[in-house]
């Protein structure tokens, strides 16, 4: 275990300008982002792949359709005291290098309320060094999202001041393109008002890499499941329990030629098992206890070992109930432990 994993998860509140959200941001991750890019092997993969050609298509891209994205990721790098470049590249990450350490689980119980949980998988060493943080930013609505150091909000999971809920998972298939960075498109999302926007953004932009997303709102009688690529994009909604991991499952796009590691397969069977196996008269008790299953000694749900095979760590959980006029969650930084924070109605913690 990562030697800052017995720190607790923060709440940070942030608002101001794109530069200043950005900036702000990375004044919060500085000393633990500066310390990663200097020893991690993520960051000598990262450097490896400086030349690939679809990097300058992508910044302009973001430069041209998505300035206060842009604006943000330049006020990150002034506040990380890093090269905008540098900035950049780690926020394509996954985008070009198929094997970045980002990972998670969702469970989907569709009801009334919808109950949506996940557990947020990352790099070990940001164990005790992210947080939530809630976002006012000009131009765009509220949020509160979970953020790493250096990375754009978005790609985590969040709810927004439009009572829309995101989480995200992360996809790795073989075949790339060089269209919206994904975490870009996903901090989109989050100023987006309604489902039929984030769909319509995601049907409407290029495509870089791929991501699994959980989307649902307040007042909203849909539960939304995505999976996207650079060159497909398939949008079902479930009616029934599900789980997802870490690789495309969909009829449409689940043929796709992607690596699907020894967890994620493993994560995506148990989870299923368990969908099958638990009465769901408790919804939120239900997505709790699979999101901290570790029955699975070595390829667990939950999951805490320092040498995990995709180099990744559960570093939080996230249970949301989206109903009829508001959405309210709990956020978890240690398993069989009372929430770390509870939002009810609202974006900001009425506990900690």
């Known amino acids: 275990m990562s030697p800052d994993a017995g720190r607790r998860l923060s709440f940070i509140d942030i608002q101001g300008s794109p530069h200043d959200v950005g900036a702000a941001l990375g004044r919060f991750g500085r000393a633990a982002l500066q310390d990663h890019l200097r020893h991690s092997a993520a960051w000598q993969e990262l450097k490896a792949r400086r030349a690939d050609p679809r990097i300058g298509l992508m910044a302009t891209i973001v430069r041209e359709r998505f300035p206060r994205g842009w604006a943000e990721l330049q006020g990150l790098a002034a506040g990380l005291d890093l090269p905008f470049d540098d900035v950049f590249l780690w926020n394509c990450r996954g985008d070009i290098w198929a094997m970045a350490p980002d990972g998670c689980t969702t469970v989907q119980l569709p009801g009334s309320p919808h109950v949506v949980g996940h557990n947020e998988d990352g790099d070990p060493d940001f164990a005790g060094h992210c947080a939530l943080a ?113 690789h495309l499952i969909h009829a449409d796009t689940g043929r796709v030629s992607q690596i699907v590691t020894g967890s994620s397969g493993a994560r995506q069977r148990r989870g299923e098992i368990l969908l099958a196996q638990t009465p769901q008269p408790d919804p939120q008790n239900c997505a709790v206890g699979i999101l901290w299953d570790a029955a699975d000694p070595e390829l667990p749900i939950y999951r805490t070992d320092p040498d995990d095979g995709d180099i990744e760590n559960t570093l939080a959980s996230a249970v949301f109930r989206i109903g009829a006029d508001k959405v309210e969650w709990s956020v978890y930084d240690r398993p069989d432990e009372a929430a770390r924070f509870e939002m009810r109605d609202g974006l900001v913690p009425v506990a900690t």
Do not use: W
């Open 134 to 246: 809630h976002v006012a930013c000009e131009g765009g609505g509220q949020f509160t999202a979970f953020v790493y150091p250096g990375s754009l909000p978005g790609h985590t999971f969040a709810a927004t001041s439009a009572g829309l809920v995101q989480t995200v998972n992360n996809i790795r298939p073989l075949a790339g393109g060089s269209g919206t960075p994904r975490m870009v498109l996903t901090r989109a999302i989050l100023d987006t008002p309604d489902l039929d926007a984030a769909v319509a953004l995601l049907k409407s932009m290029p495509r870089a890499g791929a991501f699994h997303l959980t989307l649902a709102q307040a007042g909203d009688g849909r539960l939304l499941s995505v999976e996207f690529t650079a060159q497909a994009l398939s949008v079902d909604r479930v009616d029934a329990p599900r789980i997802h991991s870490n």
